[in-house]
């Protein structure tokens, strides 16, 4: 016997595609077997799953956010990044067993996309934890979550204010800002004994000059002297940056 959905389920799931609605009820949603199984296996509590072989094909219509009707959908408890979170964080950013980890700021990232994809390199690169600014993308958008491809599962995301954090940190790590007119990536040198702290700045405008002010280091990626490209997506260059910083 199918699974019949209520109207209260149905407006309950279909509203926590905004982000107000997934933070006042703290849920968010999943799509796919993959993204399911990856839920199971870490430690997000899931709240109800809905198959394609219990509910059928128009139920699950009604609450997929797919073009394509997939075979499973899950509504998970997101996490909550208390005080007491933040106050944590900034004793791993500065004691001594944490050196030479490198963490990742991301300031006002705006494209779920690459919010995602930055995420799952972060797991490959074993970014200890990625910090956004407040008005950085919601962790919890749809495209954020299919584009981590299960790493928004096992890489802790905190939301802060930078420039407070900043200046708690800046004299403990070291702050290393990507920008278009810095040392370059591959000749600068790094510090040995504290913490590396990559900052990743908004994907038009970059660095906000407030946080710019308390960057002790700034590199950027060369380009060919040949090349006409303003910049690189915000994605691409953290996966360069992670890349040469990880060996």
């Not at 993308?137 to 299919?146: E, H």
């Not at 950027?220 to 360069?240: V, Y």
Request: glycine residues 4%.
């Amino acid at each position: 016997m199918k699974r019949v959905l209520s109207n209260k389920e149905i407006k309950l799931i279909r509203s926590l595609s905004q982000k107000k609605y997934r933070k006042e009820y703290g849920l968010f949603v999943v799509e796919g077997e993959k993204m399911l199984e990856e839920a199971r296996k870490s430690n997000f509590q899931i709240v109800d799953i809905f198959s394609l072989t219990d509910i059928g094909e128009a139920s699950m219509k009604k609450i997929s956010s797919y073009t394509t009707v997939p075979p499973c959908l899950a509504v998970i408890k997101s996490k909550d990044i208390d005080n007491k979170s933040i106050s944590k964080l900034k004793e791993e950013l500065i004691s001594p067993k944490h050196k030479l980890s490198n963490y990742l700021v991301l300031d006002n990232i705006s494209d779920p996309g690459n919010l995602g994809t930055i995420i799952r390199l972060a797991d490959w690169f074993g970014v200890q934890a990625i910090i956004c600014s407040e008005n950085t993308v919601d962790i919890y958008n749809s495209k954020t979550i299919q584009a981590s491809m299960g790493s928004v599962f096992r890489v802790d995301v905190y939301y802060t204010n930078l420039h407070s954090l900043f200046t708690d940190i800046a004299d403990k790590c070291e702050l290393i800002g990507t920008v278009l007119d810095g040392e370059s990536l591959y000749e600068s040198k790094y510090s040995s004994d504290k913490s590396r702290i990559i900052v990743i700045g908004n994907e038009s405008k970059g660095i906000s000059s407030a946080l710019k002010s308390l960057i002790n280091k700034f590199v950027t990626i060369p380009k060919s002297p040949d090349s006409q490209c303003e910049s690189l997506n915000a994605a691409i260059a953290t996966s360069i940056v992670l890349s040469e910083l990880s060996r």
